[in-house]
């Protein structure tokens, strides 16, 4: 039987010889045949040789995706369109306005699966089950967005696109779209709208993390935020997520009092919880957006490492993707994590923006002695041996040095200011009574 060239081209990138062999044709046939597929397929040289790829539809928008990227000022510029492929996985067509590193590792734009930045703007974590819910209901998606498969993420991001984390936009529909003004809360607000958040309402904007929490545009701040919140009443786990709250509130002005990048953040108690409030830095003002793409998505494409702040840095550092500057900070802030008792630093802790033809790390969040909350329910009593931090091996002695002794200052100050805040509870004063559990660390020489 004579296959035909589009069967060919569904088995993978084919070079023009191979089309040839398979099909019988001759060169002559291939290249008018190829010609007259026009934008239905695509050239790209792999090795020394060009290969073709067959274009396909996808997500119920065609075979050309519009990535379109927001700018501080809230106006959108078209970076380029996503193709997929009829064999699996997709090519993004780069417009002379879209950042190199957004082609991915092999910088050609080629990806074996969604390229590695939409990930972080799939539905996840609170806010993620909330919306996976909502589209079961709807479209019959998988109620747990951990289920979603690639086509249940890219229909949901083509139209549901234009408020995601970060300032991509994928689909024309997104672009299209009015802008509509944020509605502006107060922080009286906040207790409503923690009882919507619980009760399943989605709120305007999409975020991760497995905390209760929603989104708002903050009329004091004039900002967008993302507000988590503790549980209400006294007992003994709603008394720790405010310690742990607090904790999280002191980091950041610990880190900003150093000089080094965190967001910016507020303490509120109302109606018997307490909400942590925290300025959005991939937002500006109403419109504006700036870029972030979590360090996991980075790794996954970039670096392969899986764990560790400052080792995916320090691979993404060889490969010249950030500079020194930055892994140097991330090491400190690495650091500081490990002396204040936070025990979830997985990679989706941090985010990096796009600066040109490189990464820089954006302010952290979510940084708070995590060691401390409740564990299958249960709430321990405090106890935290400071660790050594004998994990910069990869750095020159000096660099070492220089990170320890900057972390643990940080750390110091950090935990003084805990014990200094009137609003902690009684055990987290006692424990904190003992000393300043960063004079505990033996140092590592
Ligand atoms: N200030 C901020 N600006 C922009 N995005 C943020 C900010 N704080 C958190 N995020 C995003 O929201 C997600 C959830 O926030 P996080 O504090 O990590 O919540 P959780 O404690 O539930 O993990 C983060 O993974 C990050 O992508
Ligand atoms: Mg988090």
Redesign the pocket.
């Known amino acids: 039987m004579i296959t035909n060239i589009e069967q060919v081209l569904k088995r993978g990138p084919t070079t023009s010889k191979d089309i040839q062999f398979a099909t019988g044709m001759n060169q002559a046939a291939v290249s008018r045949r190829i010609r007259a597929m026009g934008d239905g397929i695509i050239r790209i040289k792999i090795g020394r040789s060009p290969h073709y790829m067959l274009i396909s539809n996808a997500f119920g928008g065609g075979n050309r995706l519009l990535l379109s990227m927001v700018d501080p000022h809230g106006n959108s510029t078209s970076i380029g369109c996503l193709r997929p492929l009829a064999h699996g996985g997709f090519f993004l067509e780069k417009l002379p306005s879209m950042p190199s590193v957004l082609l991915g590792e092999g910088k050609n734009g080629l990806f074996k699966d969604l390229p590695y930045f939409l990930y972080?703007l799939a539905p996840?974590?609170?806010i993620g089950r909330q919306i996976a819910a909502s589209m079961a209901a709807q479209a019959g998606f998988p109620n747990d967005p951990k289920e979603w498969n690639v086509e249940h993420i890219g229909q949901y991001l083509t139209s549901n696109g234009d408020d995601l984390?970060g300032n991509l936009k994928l689909g024309a529909q997104a672009q299209l779209r009015l802008r509509s003004t944020p509605v502006a809360y107060t922080m009286k607000d906040y207790p409503r709208l923690a009882e919507a958040a619980l009760d399943g309402a989605i709120p305007g904007s999409s975020?991760?993390?497995?905390?209760p929490?929603f989104t708002a545009f903050c009329k004091e701040r004039s900002a967008h935020?993302?507000v988590?919140f503790s549980p209400k009443g006294d007992d003994a786990t709603a008394v720790r997520w405010r310690d742990i709250l607090i904790t999280?509130f002191h980091a950041a002005e610990a880190i900003h009092a150093k000089n080094f990048p965190a967001?910016?953040?507020r303490l509120i108690e109302r109606d018997g919880r307490y909400f942590h409030e925290?300025?959005?830095?991939?937002?500006v003002g109403e419109f504006g957006r700036l870029s972030?793409i979590?360090l996991q998505s980075v790794d996954a494409e970039f670096a392969g490492i899986g764990h560790g702040w400052h080792r995916v840095m320090k691979a993404l550092f060889d490969e010249d993707l950030v500079s020194w500057q930055h892994l140097f900070d991330t090491a400190v802030l690495w650091s500081f994590g490990k002396l204040i008792n936070n025990t979830?630093m997985h990679l989706?802790?941090l985010?990096l923006s796009i600066e040109g033809d490189v990464f820089r790390i954006?302010?952290v969040?979510?940084m708070?002695s995590m060691g401390f909350v409740p564990k299958n329910g249960e709430v321990r009593p405090f106890r935290f041996d400071s660790p050594n931090l004998d994990d910069l091996t990869m750095f020159p002695k000096d660099a070492a040095d220089g990170i320890r002794s900057a972390a643990s200052q940080m750390a110091r100050d950090f935990w003084n200011r805990v014990a200094r805040d009137t609003r902690i509870s009684q055990d987290f004063r006692d424990f904190l009574a003992k000393g300043n559990p960063v004079d505990l660390v033996r140092m590592a020489s």
Request: charged share 30%; hydrophobic share 25%; net charge negative.
């Open positions: 972080d996840q974590g609170f984390p975020a991760g993390g497995e905390q929490k935020v993302i988590k999280e967001a910016e953040t925290s300025q959005r830095f991939d937002r972030m979590s979830d989706g802790n985010s954006l302010p969040y979510d708070c």
